[in-house]
């Protein structure tokens, strides 16, 4: 019942709008910040929940089932990031996925990270304070003026990489798509760069606005870390996601939060053991997740496959954002971020003589518009998806037009 319970109700027939509760009294544009769980994909989890209360939920009955489920999962994600199971760990949130191989790696005092100027504040603390703990310094990658299109942004990474690369420099830590910018990094040509480099710098790829959205399959095998969450642009539930890991951070990175699921022997404690932990990225999986989330995940991928394969689905999203960016582009107050329509569904942008960002959010939400503000730079952020129509971006700038 492993892979069977994961979508038990779903109706190819219905729209994706149709399938989420959430989309059926706002309109919705934050699918950056969390995506709509659809009703199969509910149903799945609570189906899960079920079995293994049925099951267990502490028997030698349930084991198989968990197994199974976790097992699934694995290969489920593997597959999608183009990377063999025994290099996917599960994780419970893209943070947790960047952070616990991270903080394995082999550094020595005096090693630089390289960090790119439009990462999300809670991976940048992280590199700060293993910088502070293991005497590390930080230099920046400048990518947030990129603006325009994949070959002048391709080409600019490029430039600034090769400005901003040192002798020492140990560890890059880049985005694949820009959390507020929209903008696409050409994770495969930096990996390939960071491979020339004498030291072979580690690439960390945080895949939060990536994942679900765009096809992930090359970047995510050629990065040495890549983790994603299943709650954003993949529609599952929050609290589950992955990290594909190369085979060098399995030989070379060290378990750092450690717990029953690290271990290739659970069964007993060993304190004469020098390598207790599993070789596979287990080593950097911890201990009880909620299992039933695996199946509501399996479900919303499962499907996003039934409304299109993985380059049909991102090119609608590149239409409808396309969209979105020319109507605001007609708006004489409006300013997009990008000087061009994005290839992704993020669309930032900002308004002259208008009410702070964070006032507007709210403005608009209490017309059931919602859309969210960033602070770095300061600007507001729509979002694009399959479920997104053309009279929902009309709606958006026409009640842009009047307060601008």
């Avoid at 600019?156 to 507020?180: D, F, K």
């Avoid at 299109?308 to 409006?334: C, K, N």
């Amino acid at each position: 019942m492993g892979d069977t319970s994961s979508n038990p109700t779903a109706d190819s027939s219905l729209t994706w709008k149709q399938l989420c509760p959430a989309l059926q009294n706002k309109t919705y544009f934050n699918y950056g910040g969390q995506g709509p769980l659809p009703t199969p994909s509910l149903e799945a989890i609570t189906a899960s929940w079920k079995r293994i209360q049925e099951l267990g939920p502490f028997t030698t009955d349930v084991w198989p089932f968990i197994a199974a489920e976790v097992n699934s999962t694995r290969r489920r994600l593997a597959e999608l990031c183009g990377v063999p199971p025994h290099r996917l760990a599960l994780s419970e949130n893209v943070t947790s996925g960047c952070v616990l191989p991270l903080w394995g790696l082999p550094f020595d005092a005096d090693d630089r990270l390289l960090i790119s100027d439009c990462e999300h504040p809670g991976v940048v603390a992280a590199c700060v304070e293993l910088a502070r703990r293991q005497g590390l310094s930080i230099d920046s990658l400048p990518v947030k003026h990129l603006r325009g299109d994949q070959p002048s942004t391709d080409a600019g990474l490029a430039e600034a990489l090769e400005q901003s690369l040192t002798p020492r420099t140990r560890l890059v830590v880049l985005s694949h798509l820009l959390w507020n910018t929209g903008q696409i990094m050409p994770i495969a040509a930096v990996a390939e760069r960071l491979h020339q480099h004498p030291r072979k710098p580690y690439l960390l790829v945080d895949a939060a606005q990536s994942f679900g959205q765009i096809p992930v399959a090359e970047a995510a095998a050629r990065a040495d870390i890549y983790a994603f969450t299943g709650h954003k642009w993949a529609c599952g539930p929050e609290g589950l996601g992955g990290v594909a890991l190369s085979q060098r951070v399995l030989e070379q990175g060290q378990p750092t939060l450690i717990g029953w699921r690290s271990l290739r022997d659970e069964s007993k404690a060993d304190l004469s053991s020098a390598d207790p932990f599993h070789h596979d990225s287990r080593r950097f999986e911890v201990a009880t997740s909620c299992v039933p989330l695996m199946a509501g995940l399996r479900s919303s991928l499962d499907l996003m496959e039934q409304h299109g394969h993985a380059e049909a689905r991102w090119q609608r999203i590149q239409t409808l954002s396309s969209d979105l960016w020319q109507g605001l582009s007609a708006l004489a107050a409006v300013s997009p971020l990008l000087n061009q329509p994005p290839a992704s569904g993020l669309v930032s942008f900002q308004i002259s003589n208008a009410p702070a960002p964070a006032d507007l959010v709210q403005q608009l939400g209490r017309d059931g518009i919602w859309i969210r503000d960033l602070a770095d730079p300061s600007c507001l952020r729509a979002c694009t998806h399959i479920s997104t129509s053309n009279e929902e971006i009309d709606r958006l700038i026409t009640a842009l037009s009047t307060i601008s």
